[in-house]
Antibody, heavy 119, light 109 residues
Framework: QVHLVESGGGVAQPGGSLRLSCAAS????????MHWVRQSPGKGLEWVAL????????YYADSVKGRFTISRDNSQNTLFLQMNSLRAEDTAVYYC????????????WGQGTLVAVSS | EIVLTQSPGTLSLSPGERAILSCRAS???????LAWYQHKPGQAPRLLIY???NRATGVPDRFSGSGSGTDFTLTISRLEPEDFAVYYC???????????FGQGTKVDI
């Protein structure tokens, strides 16, 4: 059965850091591009970042560029999101998603991990 | 940047009724790169429709998508109890690569 399971969420102080993980199973992780998407409390979905299957390209939303880094370990079937210089507005549930095709859509999503940035 | 506006904000219907959800883009969506997702509280979002009208794997045929340019529609022909959820449209931009979501339509009883 195909699965994505996020972990690593928690409470961080403004200016702090967190590293999220997304463990993939049931499919050949190394052949898929992967995304991070977030949902702030009471709001809609916001795309965060994409990484190609071979790490050849990475793309970021303007709101996180320079602060967040997406990476992956294909040998461990795991996707990561390193979040630095956290702000209150980064508070959200963070989802990882498998890319369907050409970076256009997410066809498999995890259930998310909650990040709360507060002093 | 393309802005997606979904309407209505909330759709109150009963099982068995038809639901028609709208997604309007501020500029033409190239190559019909538009998707619809279903999202229930505490669950993973689910891809329903991609490329405006293609059903994703395993999606029942009561879900259909249509439209092009700036106007897109998701139709649920006969609501089942499990269809009550929030629905988002999403557009893919290639240069720069980005996704834009609408604000969502809640379908409730």
């Amino acid at each position: 059965q195909v699965h994505l399971v996020e972990s690593g969420g928690g409470v961080a102080q403004p200016g702090g850091s967190l590293r999220l993980s997304c463990a993939a199973s049931g499919f050949t992780f190394s052949t898929y591009a992967m995304h991070w998407v977030r949902q702030s409390p009471g709001k809609g979905l916001e795309w965060v970042a994409l990484i190609r299957s071979d790490e050849s390209d990475r793309y970021y939303a303007d709101s996180v560029k320079g602060r967040f880094t997406i990476s992956r370990d294909n040998s461990q079937n795991t996707l990561f999101l390193q979040m630095n210089s956290l702000r209150a507005e980064d508070t959200a549930v963070y989802y990882c998603a498998r890319d369907l095709r050409k970076g256009a859509y997410g066809d498999l999503w995890g259930q998310g991990t909650l990040v709360a940035v507060s002093s | 940047e393309i802005v997606l506006t979904q309407s209505p904000g909330t759709l109150s219907l009963s099982p068995g009724e038809r639901a028609i959800l709208s997604c309007r883009a501020s500029q033409s969506v190239s190559s019909r790169y538009l998707a619809w997702y279903q999202h229930k509280p505490g669950q993973a979002p689910r891809l329903l429709i991609y490329d405006a009208s293609n059903r994703a794997t395993g999606v029942p045929d009561r879900f259909s998508g249509s439209g092009s340019g700036t106007d897109f529609t998701l139709t649920i022909s006969r609501l089942e109890p499990e269809d009550f959820a929030v629905y988002y449209c999403q557009q893919y931009g290639r240069s720069p690569l980005t996704w834009t979501f609408g604000q969502g339509t809640k379908v409730d009883i």
